[in-house]
């Protein structure tokens, strides 16, 4: 799965320049970002290889907002619906707004129903998530 939060993020969020941020982060992840802080915008040109990079020129990383909030993604179709209101249950995160939570006691049976329609699942046991 080619996701900023997982795997590559401790090292994008440690990259010194500009040149270690791009090759820390997925390639279309990295292109989207590029467009929307640069693509528009007259006057702002694209950062070079060499210049200094930190996380506060992404909006939001330094709020945690970004990347995105699995738990919040989870509304836009990672999961399929009827699986989320089976299993899972609709909160609210005071920081971050409304979200989506499974049980673990109920992982196996999600994991199942997955594999079942042909979704392949990966072990994320020791991945880097956010916090």
């Known amino acids: ?26 390639r279309k ?12 915008r007259e006057g702002y040109p694209r950062p070079r290889a060499s210049e200094p990079f930190d996380m506060s020129q992404i909006p939001g990383a ?3 907002d970004y990347p995105g909030w699995l738990l919040q993604e989870m509304f836009d179709g990672v999961l399929p619906d009827d699986i989320l209101k089976k299993c899972g249950s609709y909160n609210f995160s005071y920081v971050s707004g409304d979200c989506v939570c499974i049980e673990s006691k109920v992982l196996d049976e999600v994991n199942a129903e997955l594999r079942r329609r042909g ?3 990966i072990d994320g046991t020791g991945l880097y998530l956010e916090g």
């Open 1 to 26: 799965m080619d996701n900023p939060r997982w795997v590559r993020r401790p090292r994008a969020i440690s990259a010194s320049t500009c040149a270690e941020f791009r090759h820390a982060m997925p």
């Open 62 to 64: 330094c709020d945690c």
């Open 29 to 40: 992840e990295y292109s989207r970002l590029l467009r929307e802080l640069f693509g528009e």
């Open 119 to 121: 979704y392949e699942l």
